[in-house]
């Protein structure tokens, strides 16, 4: 489609387009700023709480993410905004210039439109992302399930989120191939930890054994700091021709259950051994 161009002196009426081009930009400038001041002022409140937060409740982990998730969403308004702005402003002085935007915006429908088919997986991307984000269902540092991969989030764009995994392999996995999300360091974490005895073990000493230890975890300043309640033995998980199995349950902030179930299952064997419990034995004929 044909876009009739006027003639020149049409075009420039000096100063009056002048004038009127500048007034625009100078509406655009002013309009960017104020926006952008807006927004970084939300995210100043925001920060100025999460302060007030962390001083109250000595609780790093859902603040940052309360932060995390608030800068995420001002860049995105930013540049939404940036592209509205520029696009509108592009439009005013095409007007002023008494250039026919009709046709431009006609032919622009139609080129998005021949665009959205041929890139529909970009498009899906960056709409999931938006998505993601908007959701808060996972950010920076979170430890994420994607399918078959299992990793540390380390970056999030719109189009791209990026995990490392235990091996320190970096996955580059499209939003758009997101449809199930395994998040473990939302809100809380917890661990089971599984303590094998030997399977004819008096269980009333196993378990009093177990409690004594959890007890006394419990009563470290360290495990405590990490602790969001008191650990539970749950009792007997399993029974097998060698083996029995009593489970403890404990409850930390996001992340922080691995290192304390180490420790706990340290502490259980240790104190089993010092009560003379005797551990899983193999079967006869089976050493």
């Known amino acids: 489609m044909l876009v009739v161009v006027p003639a020149l002196q049409e075009i420039w009426k000096w100063p009056d387009t002048a004038i009127a081009i500048g007034v625009t930009l100078v509406i ?3 309009s960017n700023v104020v926006v952008t001041w807006v927004i970084d002022r939300s995210l100043k409140r925001t920060r100025r709480h999460v302060a ?64 959205a088919f041929g890139a529909q997986s970009l498009v899906k991307d960056y709409l999931s992302g938006i998505s993601m984000i908007l959701e808060d269902q996972f950010g920076v540092g979170d430890l994420i399930r994607v399918g078959d991969i299992t990793g540390t989030v380390e970056d999030v764009t719109l189009r791209i989120t990026k995990l490392r995994d235990a091996n320190g392999m970096i996955w580059y996995v499209r939003n758009g191939e997101i449809t199930r999300i395994g998040n473990d360091s939302q809100g809380y974490s917890t661990s089971l930890i599984d303590v094998p005895v030997a399977y004819d073990a008096d269980v009333s000493q196993v378990t009093a054994v177990l409690a004594q230890v959890v007890s006394e975890a419990e009563a470290d300043a360290d495990v405590a700091s990490h602790l969001l309640e008191p650990p ?29 179930a180490r420790d706990i299952r340290e502490r259980a064997m240790a104190a089993l051994n010092a009560a003379g419990i005797p551990g899983p034995t193999a079967l006869p004929g089976l050493g």
């Open 52 to 115: 007030q937060q962390r001083d109250q409740a000595g609780d790093q982990a859902e603040p940052s993410r309360v932060l995390q998730r608030t800068t995420a969403v001002a860049q995105l308004v930013k540049s939404l905004w940036r592209i509205l702005l520029v696009v509108s402003v592009v439009l005013i002085i095409l007007q002023t210039l008494s250039i026919p935007i009709a046709p431009i915006l006609t032919s622009a429908g139609i080129g998005g439109v021949v665009l």
């Open 232 to 260: 539970q033995v749950l009792g007997v998980e399993s029974i097998t021709a060698t083996t029995m199995t009593l489970r403890i349950r404990i409850k930390t902030p996001p992340n922080q259950q691995y290192a304390l």
């Open 28 to 30: 655009a400038l002013v």
